[in-house]
């Protein structure tokens, strides 16, 4: 209120009462752009009135910075899914989504808590798992899963094809980067490798698969393989070598024993 008998040149004066804060001085003053005179309402309601515009100036501020901070959450999050590579089929899956109907869907949903629950210490030990069963029966779902998990605890992680993985390497022959791109598949702190001794799967396609596992325990960092193999049949597709890799560290393997749920 000081401001304003400051600016505006204050003609008359008279007591006025305000119907909530009792009696004021009204000053009769003339607005200067209009030249119109006008009596001043009373300085508490004014002083409410600006507060009230400054607080709803600050929500608003809050608000749109709060705004701006999720989206650069949600960028921040897409970007590291990206990275993570997950198929976009996949990309809603999360753990909560898993289907548990069955009790075999209960007893690798169990086992997928328990090893997400012990991340760090999986993380530590390269503790690696190893999906089994028919196709349709949620493995992939359930290893997505357990990357979103990973990733939200700030670790990275990464999804691939073990037909992605082996054209790489070829590819690196020719680019002649072949540790750089294994390092590209070793330097995640979980990889999930899908389709496993798919039934193209070469010789040389079992050497190379060989030589990620045997990087990857050599940094011991641990994966997840899955594969529509039975348990026998993954036991003869991989070599004894890798076997004793993926056993290090106390490594699991979780079967998918029940009929496909893909419509
Ligand atoms: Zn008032």
Known sequence: MMELSKQFVSLQAEKRTCEKHGEYTSSLFTIPTSGEKAWSTCPTCMQEKIKKEDADNVRSLVEERNRIREEAKREAMERVLGRAAI?????????????????????????????????????????????????GTGKTHLAVGIIKKVLEMGDTAMFTHVLEYTRA?????????????????????????????????????RLMLFDLINARYMAAKPMILITNLELNGLREYLDERAQDRLREGGGTALVFDWISQRK
């Open 169 to 205: 390497i070829k590819q690196s022959w020719a680019d002649r980067n072949e540790l750089e791109v294994i390092q590209q598949f070793v330097s995640p702190d979980l990889l999930v490798i899908d389709e496993v001794g798919h039934q193209y799967g070469s010789d040389a396609e």
């Open 87 to 135: 198929p976009p089929r996949f990309a809603d899956r999360t753990l909560e989504s898993f289907t548990t109907e069955l009790e075999g869907q209960q007893r690798v949903m169990r086992s997928a808590m328990r090893y997400v629950n012990n991340w760090q210490a999986n993380k530590k030990n390269g503790t690696s798992m190893i999906f089994c069963g028919r196709p």
